[in-house]
């Protein structure tokens, strides 16, 4: 059974910064592709970010530029640092692991970026 736990939501202002982290324990393969996706209210969980067990990012239009994801060295941490976060931004945020049809989730960590 593979669990996903995230840390580092809150409250952050406009323009702030905050960096996302996500623990990966169970079977989990260091092939597996790890990353994040977000949900706001009313609105369909997307992509945010991902990156491969080589280490390889792809990231979201509305966050390229102001995201980075990392990988820890033994493969089941990832980490997303997002700067210039705007109210647009606020969002459950959750993590996850998988490739191909085979995906597990996290419980999901709230962002919310206001005033």
């Known amino acids: 059974q593979v669990q996903l736990v995230e840390s580092g939501g809150g409250l952050v202002q406009p323009g702030g910064s905050l960096r996302l982290s996500c623990a990966a324990s169970?079977?989990?393969?260091?092939?597996?592709?790890m990353g994040w996706y977000r949900q706001a209210p009313g609105k369909q969980r997307e992509l945010v970010a991902s990156?491969?067990?080589?280490?390889?990012?792809n990231f979201a239009d509305s966050v390229k530029g102001r995201a980075t994801i990392s990988r820890g060295n033994a493969k089941n941490m990832v980490y997303l640092q997002m700067n210039s976060l705007q109210p647009e931004d606020t969002a459950v945020y959750y993590c996850y692991t998988g490739i191909g049809s085979t995906f597990y989730w996290g419980q999901g960590t709230q962002v919310t970026v206001s005033s």
């Open positions: 169970g079977t989990i393969f260091s092939h597996y592709d």
């Open positions: 990156i491969t067990s080589g280490g390889i990012g």
